[in-house]
């Protein structure tokens, strides 16, 4: 058996399944609006960074963004359940495959710190100025440690305890976030240099002694399933998926309300899918981008700006939530209810409306406190009733009726 060309296997048939769904993605219209955000996006960014003093401390939030980006450095192993019977008894001939699995996660990673670096880039300068440090060679330090928290987390998949594995992820938060705030603070300096080299040597002797350790397989296998649930709940947003599996969260609170619907008939998919919202993912996704969707629109300037963000972040949340319409699909109980299939749509669209008003109004509460009297005071509300009803009600009912139809 030929260990790399196994994993070469795997990769390309991960990403020969991206490309499929990509093309779903591009077709669904989300990419044009997500353009057109990012250029009314990247316009009150130049504007927020005119306004925005010289003085103003950014150097902390880069450096906490940035803390973040390299400790999370998850290693993709594309394992599957059956290498728990056929691969681990040779786990002294994987060497080249879980080499490779570093170097992937390290490039993908790395691209995203490319990204977000060049996002930030205009910031950095504006705070710092003469004294900032060049593109690349922020970028390449950056890069260096990346690499070695990368290789750090794979070696700590060995530790057995979830505890201990959490444990020394903090440690590297912390060294992290220590090096990335003098770093984007005081530039290079050469005690930093120093410091971070003491560290990485004594970081490479200890992680050589927990190499020693064999592999955690059940974790790696584990830890290959979610990340394939994230890709496939992302990915479900636009197209079905159906072998995708849902995690199920009790959230006694708010189902509890859900219970206080009637018991009749015509609240049989009112109580399945808003159970079904309440103890799944899009529950904590509505609320995320409700924190989120309040903060901007309150740092944004000017009214235009608000109004704009408000109704991006609205539409936004309709798309996410749009995911809710491929759950309970493929379960043959649906078509045994006696009540008519008709009803399904109903009960989706009514509560994808039902939850974009309620974003709607807490979405408002930012404009509230930051607009000045005037239009758009009163024009908003109107605007987020519009957008919800008629994404729910027009875009997304199409979109089911001409699913319903294919299929």
């Known amino acids: 058996?030929?260990?790399?060309?196994?994993?070469?296997?795997?990769?390309?048939?991960?990403?020969?399944?991206?490309?499929?769904?990509?093309?779903?993605?591009?077709n669904s219209g989300t990419v044009t609006?997500?353009?057109?955000?990012?250029?009314?996006?990247?316009?009150?960014?130049?504007?927020?960074?005119?306004?925005?003093?010289?003085?103003y401390p950014v150097e902390w939030g880069i450096a906490v963004l940035f803390s973040l980006l390299l400790t999370v450095s998850p290693v993709r192993t594309f394992l599957r359940e059956a290498d728990?019977?056929?691969?681990?008894?040779?786990?002294?001939?994987?060497?080249?495959y879980f080499r490779s699995s570093i170097a992937y996660s390290f490039l993908l990673q790395g691209l995203y710190i490319f990204i977000v670096l060049l996002a930030v880039w205009p910031l950095?300068?504006?705070?710092?100025?003469?004294?900032?440090?060049?593109?690349?060679?922020?970028?390449?330090f950056l890069l260096v440690v990346k690499l070695a928290n990368v290789i750090g987390s794979w070696q700590e998949q060995r530790l057995r305890e979830r505890s201990a594995?959490?444990?020394?992820?903090?440690?590297?938060?912390?060294?992290?976030?220590?090096?990335?705030?003098?770093?984007f603070s005081q530039g290079f300096q050469p005690w930093l240099l120093a410091a971070l080299l003491a560290f990485l040597v004594a970081a490479f002797f200890y992680y050589r002694m927990l190499a020693r350790n064999y592999l955690n397989w059940e974790h790696l296998v584990q830890k290959e399933k979610e990340a394939l649930a994230r890709f496939y709940s992302f990915v479900n947003q636009f197209v079905d998926v159906p072998h995708m599996q849902n995690r199920v969260r009790r959230r006694a609170l708010f189902a509890n309300?859900?219970?206080?619907?009637?018991f009749t008939r015509e609240n049989a998919y009112r109580y399945l899918y808003e159970k079904t919202f309440v103890r799944s993912d899009l529950f904590g996704m509505f609320l995320r981008l409700s924190v989120v969707g309040l903060l901007i629109i309150w740092s944004i300037p000017g009214d235009t700006g608000k109004t704009v963000a408000y109704a991006i972040i609205l539409y936004l949340t309709g798309i996410q939530l749009s995911a809710l319409r491929q759950h309970h699909r493929y379960i043959f109980w649906n078509h045994i209810y006696p009540v008519p299939a008709g009803w399904r749509e109903d009960a989706i669209v009514r509560l994808i409306f039902l939850l974009m008003l309620i974003q709607a109004v807490i979405l408002y509460l930012a404009v509230l406190l930051s607009l000045s009297p005037g239009w758009?005071?009163?024009?908003v509300p109107v605007l987020g009733v519009a957008i919800a009803y008629i994404y729910s009600h027009k875009v997304l009912k199409r979109r089911m009726l001409h699913t319903s139809n294919t299929h």
Do not use: D
Request: glycine share 6%.
């Open 1 to 26: 058996m030929n260990i790399e060309q196994l994993w070469k296997k795997r990769a390309a048939h991960f990403w020969v399944e991206c490309l499929r769904y990509s093309r779903y993605i591009g």
């Open 33 to 55: 609006f997500l353009v057109f955000a990012f250029i009314v996006g990247a316009y009150y960014y130049g504007q927020m960074l005119h306004r925005l003093p010289t003085s």
């Open 84 to 96: 728990l019977v056929f691969l681990l008894p040779v786990e002294w001939r994987m060497h080249r």
């Open 124 to 140: 950095y300068m504006h705070r710092m100025g003469g004294k900032a440090e060049g593109f690349l060679y922020v970028l390449l």
């Open 165 to 183: 594995r959490s444990i020394h992820a903090f440690i590297r938060w912390i060294a992290n976030l220590a090096v990335a705030l003098v770093f």
């Open 257 to 262: 309300l859900v219970n206080r619907l009637a």
């Open 376 to 379: 758009a005071m009163a024009a």
